[in-house]
T-cell receptor, first 114, second 110 residues
Framework: DTEVTQTPKHLVMGMTNKKSLKCEQHMGHRAMYWYKQKAKKPPELMFVYSYEKLSINESVPSRFSPECPNSSLLNLHLHALQPEDSALYLC?????????????FGSGTRLTVV | QKEVEQNSGPLSVPEGAIASLNCTYSDRVSQSFFWYRQYSGKSPELIMSIYSNGDKEDGRFTAQLNKASQYVSLLIRDSQPSDSATYLCAVNNRTDKLIFGTGTRLQVFP
């Protein structure tokens, strides 16, 4: 299995809603990431988990809350989002001890905040 | 100065030609360099990685790295319309983050 699976593929939520994005990989990767991508912009790093511990938070607002329940799963909990948070949210994974292999990205969740 | 810079394009080449995409980076201690292809509305797909100075070939793709000049390039030989996409250069920097350039949009016309 060489895939990163993200669900849902599309999500529309109101500013008062609470929702979660899910990411799963079974490649044995011990590093997992959340990126945010706006239209015609490159992916921007949000969070890094290494061996199930949060190692990097790129000063992301607290309305985004990551969680890594185990080495295969990564969640992103969303609460009280703003319309400007609408974007493609990408999950990725990699070998924690050798970044030279690059990251494998999931297909993303297209989020619209109304 | 941005950490990873690319010309946004679009770069337009005829079918069958060589497309040349360039990238510069600012962190001299960066060790790993990647090229991702991203079709509109899709996620990035890793197509090449390079770690040592010189050329690395994989099918129609050749990545070139010059650490002294802090320069990475991607050559696509025999370009096809299906190669039309945005190509993202990515660098693993000293803080162990994968940083993306803004991407170059490639258009291959028949």
């Amino acid at each position: 299995d060489t895939e990163v699976t993200q669900t849902p593929k599309h999500l529309v939520m109101g500013m008062t809603n609470k929702k979660s994005l899910k990411c799963e990989q079974h490649m044995g990767h011990r590093a997992m990431y959340w990126y945010k991508q706006k239209a015609k912009k490159p992916p921007e790093l949000m969070f890094v988990y290494s061996y199930e511990k949060l190692s990097i938070n790129e000063s992301v607002p607290s309305r985004f809350s990551p969680e890594c329940p185990n080495s295969s799963l990564l969640n992103l909990h969303l609460h009280a989002l703003q319309p400007e948070d609408s974007a493609l949210y990408l999950c990725a994974s990699s070998q924690a001890d050798d970044r030279g292999y690059g990251y494998t990205f999931g297909s993303g969740t297209r989020l619209t905040v109304v | 100065q941005k950490e990873v810079e690319q010309n946004s394009g679009p770069l337009s080449v005829p079918e069958g030609a060589i497309a040349s995409l360039n990238c510069t980076y600012s962190d001299r201690v960066s060790q790993s360099f990647f090229w991702y292809r991203q079709y509109s509305g899709k996620s990035p797909e890793l197509i090449m990685s390079i770690y040592s100075n010189g050329d690395k070939e994989d099918g129609r793709f050749t990545a070139q790295l010059n650490k002294a000049s802090q320069y990475v390039s991607l050559l696509i030989r025999d370009s096809q319309p299906s190669d039309s996409a945005t190509y993202l250069c990515a660098v693993n920097n000293r803080t162990d983050k994968l940083i993306f350039g803004t991407g170059t949009r490639l258009q291959v016309f028949p």
